[in-house]
T-cell receptor
Framework: KNEVEQSPQNLTAQEGEFITINCSYS?????LHWLQQHPGGGIVSLFM???GKKKHGRLIATINIQEKHSSLHITASHPRDSAVYIC???????????FGKGTKLSVKP | AAGVIQSPRHLIKEKRETATLKCYPI?????VYWYQQGPGQDPQFLIS???????DKGSIPDRFSAQQFSDYHSELNMSSLELGDSALYFC???????????FGPGTRLTVT
């Protein structure tokens, strides 16, 4: 079993829809990251969370430490949101990240 | 704002050759991480450095070595390249290990 599980693996939405991507982890963590990767490879950090909720524009990330679960929400989705969204956790004092397998999002106009 | 710089962006090598990948962290960042992402795979942690010392080691093959220099840039040296080393190699930097990591654009290595 992977230490970081994401669902769904693939997601197709219509423009304007509300999107939720889920992440569950089985290890103790000091922080959780949500990352975005576009075709061609570049990775952009969207959020780093250790508790509660963060919002940036149309993106909202929440984390429940007790349940070892995080969600990434996209409101009013747009075709430019199409990308792979990756959940990654940082365990303990080690800074390195353990990655989930990503959720491939496609938003249709 | 300055971002993480990686060079080269693309590299083509033949089997058994060597390759050197470079990473220049964001100014004042003292921690560098290297990750490898194979085709269709999630990134895997290779190695990290904090204040010019190796901090943690992941799934880095013995054929690979890395170091962080006095100006905090880091180099990943890869020898006896194999076809399976073809991947996207990311570098990330942070200020201390507890803070957010910022990723470079990656170096796409193709071994033929």
């Amino acid at each position: 079993k992977n230490e970081v599980e994401q669902s769904p693996q693939n997601l197709t939405a219509q423009e304007g829809e509300f999107i939720t991507i889920n992440c569950s982890y089985s290890v103790g963590i000091s922080a959780l990251h949500w990352l975005q990767q576009h075709p061609g490879g570049g990775i952009v950090s969207l959020f780093m969370l250790s508790s509660g909720k963060k919002k940036h524009g149309r993106l909202i990330a929440t984390i429940n430490i007790q349940e070892k679960h995080s969600s990434l929400h996209i409101t009013a989705s747009h075709p430019r949101d199409s990308a792979v969204y990756i959940c990654a956790v940082r365990g303990g004092s080690q800074g390195n990240l353990i990655f989930g397998k990503g959720t491939k999002l496609s938003v249709k106009p | 704002a300055a971002g993480v710089i990686q060079s080269p962006r693309h590299l083509i090598k033949e089997k058994r050759e060597t390759a050197t990948l470079k990473c220049y962290p964001i100014p004042r960042h003292d921690t560098v991480y290297w990750y490898q992402q194979g085709p269709g795979q999630d990134p895997q942690f290779l190695i990290s450095f904090y204040e010019k010392m190796q901090s943690d080691k992941g799934s880095i093959p013995d054929r690979f070595s890395a170091q962080q220099f006095s100006d905090y840039h880091s180099e990943l040296n890869m020898s006896s390249l194999e076809l399976g080393d073809s991947a996207l190699y990311f570098c990330a930097s942070s200020f201390r290990r507890a803070y957010e990591q910022y990723f470079g654009p990656g170096t796409r290595l193709t071994v033929t």
